[in-house]
C-alpha cells in the first residue's frame, strides 16, 4: 500500500501539538475546506473523540479519501483542533489536492504557529510536492511446504459397511481405495492483494498447489478471485466481498463456487482493544462431473476478536444448505464454530492453537432402500502450530493438524493426523 509519511510519530506529534493550541478557526474555514475538496456525505452525529480516532484509522489503511471525509465531519464541532487541520492538509495532499493541501498550511502556519517539530513535516510535504496519481503498492506472499497425512484420501474408518435393511442387510468389506491412504504431500501458494482505490477496495487472488507423492487421485489445485470494498451506513461500517473459485481435482474441475459477503461492525462501545462484527453470506456451488450436487448455502454468524499480547478470535455461524432437486439426504441444516488463540513465545516465536467443528443434519434418508439413514455428520479439527521468522519477510512454520469426522454413515467416518513444514515470503 502507499505510505504515509511517518504516520505514527505524525499521530503522536499532532496529539501532542493540538491540546495546547489556542488559535481559533473560525466554522466559515471548514465550510472553504469542504466547499475547495467535495462536500463529504452526511452522516448521523457520532462521538467526536470516536470520529477523530476512526479518521486516524482510515489514514493507517491508506484510505485519504475516507478520512479527509470524517475529519472535516470532526472540524465542524471542533474548529481550534491544530492537529485534525493538520492532517486534513496532509491528506488533502495524499489525495493530489496541492492548492487546497498549500491554502491549509499556510492557516496553519497563520493561526496556530505551530512548533518546530510540525514546521518541519509542513516544509517536508511541500519540497516532496503532492502526490498527481495513486500509486498503491501490490502486497505479494509465497509459501511452500512439505508434510505428511495419515490419511490423504479420507478413507472411512471401519472396513465393514452394511447397505439395506431388515431382510435385504447386507455386509460389505470395502476395498483398499475407500480405506485411509498415508502419503507425503508438497504444497504451493501465492497470494496477491491490490488497493483500487481511495476508498480502501482490494482486489484478491489466491492460488494453491497440492501435489501428492503417490495418491495422485487426490492432487488439487485451486484459484480464488475476489473484490472486497469497505462501506459505511450511518454508524455501521464493515465490508462486503464477492468471490469466485475453482478446484480442480486430478486434472478435472471439480467445484465451481460464487460467494457473496458482508461484514458489519455495529456502532457499540466496546474495549479498544476487542472488536466484534456480523456475517451474512451466501454462495452458489456447482460440481460440473457431478449430478446432483449443486448446491445455495446461507451462512449467518458473529465474530469477537481480541487483540492484544495475546489474540484470540471465535466465531460461531448458523448454516442452511438447500441441495439440487434428487440430492442425495435432501436440504442440510447446520452450524460452524472456530475459537483461536495466537501467543507469543520465547526466542521471538509464536504460537497459534486452533479449534473448528461443523454440524450438518440432513433432511431426508440419504438413499432410501440402500442407506437408509438419515446423515448426521460432525467434523472436528485441531490445529497447532509454531511460526519463526528467519530473515527479512521471512517466516518458518511447523504445523500439526488432526481431523475427526463422526458419522453415522460409517462409509463417510473418517480420521486423519498431519504434519507439515511451511516456508513463507511475503513484501509486506
Not at 109 to 120: D, S
Amino acid at each position: 500500500m502507499r505510505a504515509l509519511t511517518s504516520l505514527p510519530l505524525l499521530a503522536l506529534l499532532t496529539l501532542l501539538w493540538s491540546a495546547p493550541a489556542a488559535a481559533q478557526a473560525p466554522e466559515a474555514d471548514i465550510a472553504v475546506a469542504a466547499a475547495d475538496s467535495g462536500a463529504p456525505p452526511s452522516y448521523p452525529p457520532v462521538q467526536q473523540e470516536e470520529l477523530y480516532l476512526e479518521a486516524m484509522r482510515a489514514l493507517a489503511a491508506d484510505q485519504p479519501e475516507r478520512a479527509n471525509a470524517l475529519l472535516l465531519r470532526f472540524l465542524e464541532n471542533e474548529p481550534r483542533h491544530a492537529g485534525a487541520w493538520l492532517d486534513l492538509a496532509f491528506s488533502q495532499c495524499t489525495l493530489g489536492h496541492g492548492a487546497e493541501a498549500e491554502r491549509l498550511f499556510r492557516e496553519i502556519e497563520t493561526r496556530f504557529k505551530p512548533p518546530p517539530a510540525i514546521q518541519q513535516l509542513i516544509d517536508d510535504h511541500r519540497a516532496r510536492g503532492c502526490n498527481t496519481r495513486p500509486s498503491w503498492r501490490p502486497l505479494w506472499a509465497l509459501s511452500l511446504g512439505r508434510g505428511y497425512d495419515n490419511n490423504i484420501n479420507q478413507g472411512a474408518s471401519n472396513s465393514q459397511f452394511a447397505t439395506g435393511s431388515g431382510s435385504t442387510l447386507t455386509q460389505w468389506d470395502l476395498g483398499p481405495d475407500y480405506l485411509p491412504k498415508a502419503d507425503h504431500v508438497t504444497t504451493a501458494g501465492v497470494d496477491y492483494l491490490q488497493q483500487l482505490d481511495e476508498t480502501g477496495s482490494l482486489l484478491i487472488t489466491q492460488l494453491r498447489l497440492r501435489q501428492n507423492d503417490h495418491v495422485h487421485e487426490q492432487d488439487s489445485a485451486s484459484l480464488l478471485l475476489g473484490y472486497e470494498r469497505p462501506w459505511q451506513w450511518g454508524a455501521w461500517r464493515g465490508y462486503g466481498t464477492v468471490a469466485f473459485s475453482a478446484l480442480q481435482l486430478e486434472r478435472q474441475l471439480y467445484q465451481r463456487q460464487e460467494q457473496l459477503q458482508l461484514r458489519a461492525t455495529p456502532p457499540l462501545t466496546l474495549p479498544e482493544n476487542l472488536q466484534w462484527s456480523l456475517l451474512a453470506s451466501l454462495s452458489h456451488v456447482r460440481y460440473p462431473t457431478r449430478t446432483k450436487y449443486d448446491s445455495n448455502t446461507l451462512e449467518l454468524g458473529t465474530s469477537l476478536y481480541w487483540r492484544g499480547a495475546q489474540q484470540v478470535s471465535f466465531s460461531l455461524s448458523g448454516l442452511s444448505d438447500q441441495g439440487q432437486n434428487g440430492r442425495l439426504g435432501g436440504n442440510r441444516l447446520g452450524w460452524y464454530g472456530a475459537l483461536q488463540l495466537t501467543q507469543p513465545l520465547p526466542w521471538s516465536l509464536k504460537g497459534e492453537l486452533g479449534w473448528t467443528r461443523q454440524a450438518w443434519r440432513s433432511s431426508a434418508v440419504y438413499s432410501p432402500d440402500l442407506i437408509d439413514i438419515v446423515r448426521h455428520q460432525d467434523t472436528r479439527q485441531l490445529r497447532a502450530a509454531v511460526q519463526m521468522p528467519v530473515g527479512a519477510h521471512q517466516t518458518l512454520q511447523l504445523e500439526w493438524r488432526a481431523v475427526r469426522n463422526q458419522e453415522n454413515i460409517s462409509l463417510f467416518q473418517y480420521n486423519s493426523h498431519a504434519i507439515q513444514l511451511n516456508w513463507r515470503w511475503d513484501n509486506f
